[in-house]
């Protein structure tokens, strides 16, 4: 690459379209070639956590996840509806967690179940929001902390599926 003498930003600015160009050839091939579990596009979040059994039970508990991979100190978690997993790394510390409005958002097949999720979070002193509904295409919503901090909202009624398949067909 030729660099750009005392024009840094102009440099950055030149790779940055490289790469989006790149990104977006990609994107198409990606929507052509990958297949129903492929390994592209976002992959997981990985979560420090004091104690990764604690963890694993709330995710299961309000989150339908199970361990998928177990190494170490290390766990992914996933639902297995989509190549998306919750890596949880043990910590002796967490100094950073999720906090409203940063959240993981799980959507949930009816309001009552957002209901009982939260029944059972207000029973564990877990539940940090009740339940709101702000409409499309935010839906029923509710917030809840699981063991170490982190913020995991619980939603009916986002139309985020409906929001991609449009933005595909552009």
């Given at each position: 690459?030729t660099?750009i003498?005392?024009?840094?930003?102009?440099?950055?600015?030149?790779?940055?379209r490289r790469?989006?160009?790149?990104?977006?050839?990609?994107?198409?091939?990606?929507?052509?070639?990958?297949?129903?579990?492929s390994?592209l596009?976002?992959?997981?979040?990985?979560?420090?956590?004091?104690?990764?059994?604690?963890?694993?039970?709330?995710?299961?508990?309000?989150?339908?996840?199970?361990?998928?991979?177990?190494?170490?100190?290390?766990?992914?978690?996933?639902?297995?509806?989509?190549?998306?997993?919750?890596?949880?790394?043990?910590?002796?510390?967490?100094?950073?967690?999720?906090?409203?409005?940063?959240h993981?958002?799980?959507?949930?097949?009816?309001?009552?179940?957002?209901?009982?999720?939260?029944?059972?979070?207000?029973?564990?002193?877990?539940?940090?929001?009740p339940?709101?509904?702000?409409?499309?295409?935010?839906?029923?919503?509710?917030?809840?902390?699981?063991?170490?901090?982190?913020?995991?909202?619980?939603?009916?009624?986002q139309?985020?599926?409906?929001?991609?398949?449009?933005?595909g067909?552009?």
């Amino acid at each position: 690459m030729t660099r750009i003498k005392h024009e840094p930003h102009r440099l950055r600015i030149m790779q940055s379209r490289r790469i989006d160009a790149s990104l977006h050839q990609d994107d198409n091939t990606r929507r052509k070639h990958a297949s129903p579990m492929s390994d592209l596009g976002l992959t997981h979040i990985a979560l420090p956590a004091l104690d990764l059994d604690a963890s694993i039970a709330f995710y299961a508990r309000f989150a339908g996840m199970q361990v998928i991979h177990r190494r170490h100190d290390v766990v992914w978690l996933s639902d297995l509806t989509r190549p998306f997993a919750i890596v949880l790394i043990r910590a002796d510390v967490v100094r950073h967690p999720l906090l409203p409005f940063a959240h993981l958002g799980v959507g949930v097949a009816s309001r009552a179940e957002v209901d009982r999720l939260c029944a059972l979070a207000r029973e564990d002193e877990c539940l940090i929001r009740p339940p709101e509904d702000y409409g499309p295409p935010v839906g029923y919503w509710a917030l809840i902390r699981d063991p170490d901090g982190h913020t995991l909202e619980v939603a009916h009624g986002q139309e985020l599926r409906l929001t991609v398949q449009q933005a595909g067909h552009r």
